[in-house]
Structure formats: C-alpha cells, structure tokens
C-alpha cells in the first residue's frame, strides 16, 4: 500500500523550502558598479572584504592622521570622514583628501567585495567607468594581490591605466598557475607594471630580522652569551669574539651547528619567506667568519590547519624531529617559522612541552604574519608567554608602540593614539603608522607643490611617485629599504628566573634601523606583566 502521507510529508517540506529560499533566488544579485566622480575629483578605489571593518577603521585612522606634519607629507592637508562609517552596510564608505589652496579631491571609496562582485568583476567595472581611478588599492595578501594585478593586466581600460597600490602584500614571488612560471613563480611587483608597494617584501623582511639576530649577542647562533652581555648595549658586540670561551661547551670547528626551517605548502606567503630566511641566513654565513656554520633542515608541512594549541600531525612530527636535532648544550641556533600565530603557536607550544629549556637553545624569526596584538593587546589567550617561552624575533612596517608623545604635534580630535598606563594594553600602531605614510606619500605626488590642481590622470601621479625626493620607491616599484623597518623581539621570562621572585611573562622590546649608520637601536621596551583585572585599555 502507498505512503500517502509520506509522499504528502515530502512535498510540504518541498514547498517550505521553496517558500524561505525562492525570494533569495529570485532577489536581483549585487552587482560591481563604482560610484559616480564629482567633476575635477579622482578616485581611488579600495578594494577589501565586507567584514572588513577593522582594517578600514585602521586605515581611515592614518588617513586622518595624515593632517598632521611629517614623513614627507604636504602642507595644508584636509581629510573628511564624515562618510567613512554610513549607518548602512550597503553605502560606500568614503574618506575624502583636499589640500588648501589645490583645487580637486581625492575620493578614496571602500567597494566590498563578495561572490558576485569579485575583484575581477571590480576590475571590469572601473575599467568602464569614466573617469577610471587614479589608483587601485586592494591585495590585502600575497595571492590576493597576485589575482588582482592578472585582473589589472589584462582589463580593457578606457583611459590611462590606474595604479595598483599594495599595502601589506610581501611576498616577492607567486605561485604560477601552471609549471610554465617556473617552481618560484613571477615577481609580485612585475606583473602589472604600474604597481607601487608600501610594504616592505618577504627578502626585505628576511634581511632585516637575519642581520638583527646575527647583531645581538644574546640571539645570535653559536656560544650562548653569558647573563649581562646584552646590558651592556652597543659594546656588547666588543666581547663576542670571546664568548665562545665562555661557552659551557665547544663546538668542533669543522661541525656545522644544526638549524631548522618550517614551511606550510598550502599558504605561498610562507613558502617564499621560508626561501628568503633560507637565502639571507646563507648569504650571511658566507661573509661573517665569526658566525659558525648553519646547516639548515627545511621541513615542509602539507597543511596550516589546526586546532587552538594541539599540533596537527604533521607538525608534530617536525617538533619531535626539531627536538632530536637541537645544537650542543652550551650553544644557540635559529628556527625560522614563517606563517601566521595559530600554527605557531602550536609548533613552539609543543617544542616546549617536549622540552621546557629549548628557549635556551633556539630563537624563533619569523616575518608580519604574526602582528605585535598576538603578543601584547591578546597574548593571554593568543600566545601565553609562560608556556610557549621561546624567544621570538618578528617584522612589522611601522612602529607598533608609536603612540602620541608629550608635547608632540597635536593629533585630529578623536584619533588620538594614546599610550596604555603601566600594566594595562592598548592596541599596536603599526597598522595605522603604514596607513598614514602611505597617505602622505600619495598626497604629496597628487597634491603638487606650487600648482593649483590635483593630479589629473594616472600618468601624472606614476611620474610623481616615482620621481619623489628623498626616493620611497625603486625602479619596479618596491619599497626602498632604509625606510621605516622595525624589528621587534619578544624575551620570555625562563621557568627558573620566574622562580627567583615576581617577573613579568616577558619583555616586548622594538627596535628600529638607523637611517644612514644600519645599526639597530632599541626605542621601546614593554614588560609583559600580569593583567589583574584585565586592564585592557
């Protein structure tokens, strides 16, 4: 006998299912369509995410601080935001540049993106508008950016084509689609030839964390220096000649000492960081005859997927193997970890719970994937200090602790950055740091000095850019080093020094490069005490 009931049961549930979904089905998709351009102003179009809110919050923070004076930046400098925050989540948030006595603004517009409105549909869409921005700015990550300027390259543009400006995309070399780009992939900047990044790249990152390590005594791989070598500063290197004397063991001269490479195939940003820590460390080595000689282990893990502080399988096993091939007792070597906190955390976590003295022994380096809040605004629950106490020495693009000073120039009312009290976290600055040089360095190119105009096509700004005196930018567009690298290393208190009385978790020291002399000097030092009371500020 037939089911009736059943079949009845299956069509109800049909119908109900046809009843919620079929006005999403039929509702119009969003589609990509920039907005109009008041006559004698430029666009620039910033393309980013719709859950974006930080990362546009963080950059109309340096926009605004753009206003005031410094790093290059014109005189005279307006910026409206009255629009940069609708109430409604389907406006274009929009941040406007003026600068008294030029006529025309620059329109910088968040256009999000989403399934149906890629980037390549963005793309397709200003290509068609008229007047074409200025400048597209978007690529928040290697691969993203890689997808962007193949959309860029190959858009049918209607006028001169615009700028592609890349703020925090590193890497120097993508991954080909194919096998005919080669294994390394082509150059980042070289595959739209009218890009401009702001950021420093992975082989700059890699040079300035390896010559910071291979400066410290207290870092550097060889002979551990013994306690108070590095209180004594810039005269500390005075000494290292002699501290493998001081070592509590010698390393035959003709062994190389061990270190070890981790690189997660599934994220190209730590492939090619992992290729660029690999580069620098040799190329060092090769010139310094007081450093021992490296013998570099790269492990590849297949992929970055994890839970919150359980290795998966595969970095496991390159704990155990890192673990089984740590240098001498009495020397130090380097572990490069080039990703993002997560999977870090859980491969250090599980070094030290395989053996809680390895600080002693190995310094992490690392790049920005992992920004300074992992370390100090949400360390207690992103990176517990006591339990993962390996020292650590990362990049970031600015100052992470540039908060206003006393008697400083006076910030716009409402984006003060103002420092945390003793004890208490605030959020880092490199983020709105790098916006804010990057608005200044755009500014001055669009805003001429002595003319009465805003920069009226792409070509102009191109010219201006690279033509910019002191220079920001090389030849295909990078970022010059020399310009506002920043070192930060983070000194965990050690089980036994904790023991000794009350310590802090640890020290978030920063140190920045030197114009001119390249020597490093520290310019903030953070003790990491315990929140009591959370005083998150």
């Known amino acids: 006998m037939r089911k009736w009931w059943v079949w009845f049961l299956v069509a109800a549930v049909a119908g109900g299912l046809l009843v919620a979904y079929l006005p999403g089905l039929l509702a119009p998709r969003p589609v990509a369509r920039p907005r109009p351009v008041p006559a004698g102003d430029r666009e620039v179009a910033w393309l980013h995410n719709p859950t974006a809110f930080d990362a546009w919050e963080n950059f ?9 004076a410094g790093d290059g930046g014109p005189d005279g400098l307006e910026v409206d935001d009255s629009h940069a925050f609708p109430d409604k989540t389907t406006s274009v948030p929009e941040v ?9 603004a620059v329109r910088v517009r968040w256009y999000k993106l989403t399934n149906t409105s890629t980037q390549e549909d963005w793309v397709t869409a200003l290509a068609a508008a008229d007047p074409p921005p200025l400048a597209v700015l978007g690529g928040w990550s290697s691969d993203r950016a890689r997808v962007l300027a193949d959309a860029m390259r190959d858009a049918k543009w209607r006028a001169a084509r615009p700028l592609l ?11 080909p689609d194919d096998d005919a780009g080669g294994a390394r992939g082509p150059n980042l900047i070289s595959i739209y030839d009218r890009s401009f990044r702001f950021c420093f790249t992975n082989r700059q990152m890699a040079t300035s964390v390896t010559d910071f390590v291979l400066s410290d005594p207290t870092l550097r791989p060889g002979a551990i220096a013994l306690p108070g070598v590095r209180a004594l500063g810039a005269a500390a290197h005075l000494l290292w000649p002699t501290l ?32 660029k820590f690999r580069e620098a460390l040799q190329q060092r080595a090769t010139g310094d005859c007081d450093l021992p000689r490296l013998a570099v282990t790269t492990h590849s893990v297949p992929f970055s997927t994890g839970r919150l502080n359980r290795p998966n399988p595969a970095e496991a096993q ?11 007792p009495g020397f130090r070597s380097v572990l490069v970890i080039p990703t993002v906190s997560a999977p870090a955390r859980r491969t250090l976590r599980a070094l030290v719970q395989g053996d809680p003295g390895v600080g002693r022994q190995l310094v992490a380096i690392t790049g920005d994937g992992m920004g300074v809040n992992t370390f100090f605004r949400d360390r207690e629950f992103a990176w517990p200090t006591r339990s993962i106490s390996i020292p650590l020495v990362l990049f970031t693009h600015a100052d992470p602790f540039g908060w206003d000073a006393p008697g400083g120039a006076a910030p716009p009312a409402g984006y003060e950055l103002t420092a945390p009290r003793p004890g208490a976290v605030r ?11 990057l608005t200044r360095v755009v500014a001055a190119a669009a805003f001429p000095d002595g003319e009465a105009d805003l920069v009226a096509t792409p070509d102009r700004l191109d010219e201006r850019l690279r033509a910019q005196r002191p220079a920001f930018f ?10 506002g690298e920043h070192v930060v290393v983070l000194r965990p208190t050690f089980a036994a020094e904790s023991a000794r009385g009350k310590q802090p978790d640890g020290v978030l020291e920063v140190y920045s490069r030197q114009p001119g002399r390249g020597e490093w000097v520290r310019v903030h030092a953070r003790p990491l005490s315990r929140p009591e009371g959370g005083p998150q500020e």
Do not use: Q
């Open 60 to 68: 109309v923070w340096g926009v605004k601080r753009a206003e005031m």
């Open 96 to 104: 406007v540049l003026r600068r008294k006595g030029c006529a025309g």
């Open 165 to 175: 400006f890349l703020a925090t995309a590193t890497a120097d070399r993508v991954d």
């Open 244 to 275: 493998p004397a001081l070592a509590f063991d010698t390393l035959p001269p003709e062994e190389p000492l061990p270190a070890h490479a981790i690189e997660w195939r599934d994220d190209p940003y730590s492939t090619d960081l992992c290729f």
């Open 318 to 328: 390159v704990a155990e193997h890192v673990l089984a091939n740590l240098p001498p």
């Open 427 to 437: 959020s880092s600055t490199e983020d709105i740091r790098l916006y804010t040089r």
């Open 474 to 483: 090389d030849r295909s567009g990078d970022r010059l080093s020399g310009t």
